[in-house]
């Protein structure tokens, strides 16, 4: 199966149905909410999937967290379900798709499963159909990889500065975590950054050790860096040259390391009060 014009095997994408439908789920509620719908909030389970599937970074921190699984869910009266998959939505937790998008993909019944018009995903909601349903879910947010129209030439010319970027391009992670700075260190060479949530503080640390200010996007080794107005590294990418780069979107397992052209990633990274700055590997 080809996910954004990439190889994905039966074993991740068992992997996705798993952190896209977790045995048990959390829920958000207020205070008042918990205790009109009879519900007991528990403390959040720190995970790096839970937090990307449901961007929970988005959300009130007041909130208290419910953790159910599906025959607890389905336990409740149907109109706290519905109110509760409703709070979801108010919330901003992610993953509350609504009936009328999938009702094509999972038949009429799964309207029965809370208000009728959100529902939440459950592994026996996406059995038989997680080959369609992940797909469509994953490439909602990203566009596809190109790497396959990258150039042998492109490629043998950039293995110098960059011996890892054909390894890495048009692939996805082992969940979520890896990001674009760890992705673009990897690229160049260094030995475990493509498995790392790699933090700000040792990115900056290797791009004063290991290149010089300014760089071409034409040639390979440029590493494209963004910075907001505070100076805090946002985004980085690497240039493979001939108009080709290599990024990886955000840290979510949903997100690829992908090869795009240099201008797609500098417009679509295009963000108000970030500053581009250039740098070139030398070692």
């Known amino acids: 199966m080809h996910v954004l014009d990439i190889e994905v095997s039966p074993g991740l994408l068992n992997s996705w149905v798993d952190w896209l439908a977790p045995d048990r789920q959390p829920f958000f509620v207020t205070a008042k909410q918990a205790k009109a719908w009879s519900l007991s909030p528990e403390p959040a389970e720190p995970d790096k999937q839970l937090r990307d599937t449901y961007r929970t970074y988005n959300l009130d921190s007041r909130l208290k967290s419910v953790w159910l699984d599906e025959a607890g869910f389905m336990e409740l009266p149907r109109q706290t379900r519905g109110a509760l998959v409703r709070a979801q939505v108010t919330h901003d937790r992610d993953a509350v798709p609504t009936v009328r998008a999938w009702r094509e993909v999972l038949g009429q019944d799964i309207a029965q499963q809370a208000d009728g018009h959100r529902f939440v995903w459950w592994k ?18 990203f566009g596809p990889s190109r790497h396959r129209a990258v150039p042998t030439s492109v490629w043998s010319a950039s293995d110098g500065a960059l011996p890892r970027a054909r390894e890495l391009a048009g692939t996805f992670p082992d969940g979520s975590g890896p990001n674009c700075f760890g992705t673009v260190m990897a690229a160049a060479g260094v030995d475990g950054a493509a498995e790392e949530w790699m933090l700000r503080e040792p990115f900056d640390a290797w791009l004063d050790q290991h290149t010089t200010r300014g760089g071409r996007d ?39 390391r992908k090869i795009r052209t240099t201008q797609e990633i500098l417009r679509s990274t295009r963000t108000p009060g970030w500053h581009l700055t250039r740098h070139t590997i030398t070692t």
Not at 124 to 141: G, K
Not at 220 to 247: E, K, M, S
Request: aromatic share 6%.
């Open 124 to 141: 026996s909601v996406l059995r038989d159909v997680a080959p369609v349903v992940l797909p469509r879910i994953v490439s909602e947010d």
């Open 218 to 256: 034409e040639v390979p080794g440029t590493v494209l860096v963004w910075r907001d107005n505070n100076r805090a590294v946002q985004h980085a990418a690497v240039t493979l040259g001939a108009g080709w780069a290599l990024h990886k979107p955000s840290q979510s397992w949903m997100s690829p």
